[in-house]
């Protein structure tokens, strides 16, 4: 059964920095291009990140600049190093894989706010 646990949400200020983490099990994902989503109550949940099996990666409009995804094969993990947060950044923040149907995780709350 495939499953994406996210964590290292939190609250920050303004300018701060989170570093997400998504744990995949139940296939390797390796040769599977990922993906971070952020989901605000009442909109789309939306892409954000995504990262090739050969580590090619891509960032939005939305955090072009300021977030970076990598990812470990090895531990079957993906980040998403996020910089210079602002408001408009507060969202529930998920994993899965970009291209295929898996079930969504619980997600990790990240609210940006003085």
């Known amino acids: 059964q495939v499953q994406f646990v996210e964590s290292g949400g939190g609250l920050v200020q303004p300018g701060g920095s989170l570093r997400l983490s998504c744990a995949a099990s139940?296939?390797?994902?390796?040769?599977?291009?990922m993906g971070w989503y952020r989901q605000v109550p009442g909109r789309k949940r939306e892409l954000v990140a995504s990262?090739?099996?050969?580590?090619?990666?891509n960032i939005e409009n939305s955090g072009k600049g300021r977030f970076t995804i990598s990812k470990d094969n090895a531990k079957n993990m993906v980040y998403l190093q996020m910089n210079n947060l602002q408001p408009e950044d507060t969202a529930i923040y998920y994993c899965?894989?970009?291209?295929?149907?898996?079930?969504w995780g619980q997600g990790t709350q990240v609210t940006v706010s003085s």
């Open positions: 139940g296939r390797d994902f390796s040769s599977t291009v």
């Open positions: 899965n894989a970009r291209w295929l149907s898996f079930s």
């Open positions: 990262i090739t099996a050969s580590g090619s990666t």
